[in-house]
T-cell receptor, first 115, second 113 residues
Framework: DAGVIQSPRHEVTEMGQEVTLRCKPI?????LFWYRQTMMRGLELLIY????????DSGMPEDRFSAKMPNASFSTLKIQPSEPRDSAVYFC?????????????FGPGTRLTVL | KQEVTQIPAALSVPEGENLVLNCSFT??????LQWFRQDPGKGLTSLLL?????REQTSGRLNASLDKSSGRSTLYIAASQPGDSATYLC????????????FGQGTTLQVKP
């Protein structure tokens, strides 16, 4: 299996622009998580889906952030409009709790820089 | 609100030394605790997962222990190697078993040849 795939790996944009991050979970996994990592705040959960349904979005910082999971093999995290404080590494992770082992498998991350 | 703390923030040891990384959490009602490794510029790799009913898990030179009552976990690395240099993060999954992980800030380990 190719693991969790994220694109793009690096994104540089200007303040006010729309940014879309993409994630393909491991095939067969039914839980998907979006995290953000910064030096100041560490790794924070933004939102997670179970069977394509958003379960908890309490970590989404504000209305500028939105996430979708239209099918089991694809999810997006969108920031509109982007701000310099959104600069961070965004990780996607997936798991299959039904196996009784709840290990989350992380993608390589997208490094976002907002100028 | 669950809080996870890792001490020390950074650690440097000579190759071959045995070492212990510490993780503490404020709410003992957890479903599981996981240790991850993160290499610079990379994602996280799961090392060990301890269910709340377990006391420890072992994988190769790694041993993780869990003491729920005291809110502590340790990751023991035996005979450290330069390839072990990375940041180690612990994360707890609360009692609701949602997969909603709360992470510590990590311990950055450097093993010198």
């Amino acid at each position: 299996d190719a693991g969790v795939i994220q694109s793009p790996r690096h994104e540089v944009t200007e303040m006010g622009q729309e940014v879309t991050l993409r994630c393909k979970p491991i095939s067969g996994h039914n839980s998907l998580f979006w995290y953000r990592q910064t030096m100041m705040r560490g790794l924070e959960l933004l939102i997670y889906f179970n069977n394509n349904v958003p379960i908890d979005d309490s970590g989404m910082p504000e209305d500028r952030f939105s996430a979708k999971m239209p099918n089991a093999s694809f999810s997006t995290l969108k920031i509109q409009p982007s701000e310099p404080r959104d600069s961070a590494v965004y990780f996607c992770a997936s798991s299959f709790p039904g196996l009784g082992v709840d290990t989350q498998y992380f993608g390589p991350g997208t490094r976002l820089t907002v100028l | 609100k669950q809080e996870v703390t890792q001490i020390p923030a950074a650690l440097s040891v000579p190759e071959g030394e045995n070492l212990v990384l510490n993780c503490s959490f404020t709410d003992s009602a957890i479903y599981n605790l996981q240790w991850f490794r993160q290499d610079p510029g990379k994602g996280l790799t799961s090392l060990l997962l301890i269910q709340s009913s377990q006391r420890e898990q072992t994988s190769g030179r790694l041993n993780a222990s869990l003491d729920k009552s005291s809110g502590r976990s340790t990751l023991y690395i035996a005979a450290s190697q330069p390839g072990d240099s990375a940041t180690y993060l612990c994360a707890v999954d609360g009692s609701s078993n949602t997969g909603k992980l709360i992470f510590g800030q990590g311990t950055t380990l450097q093993v010198k040849p």
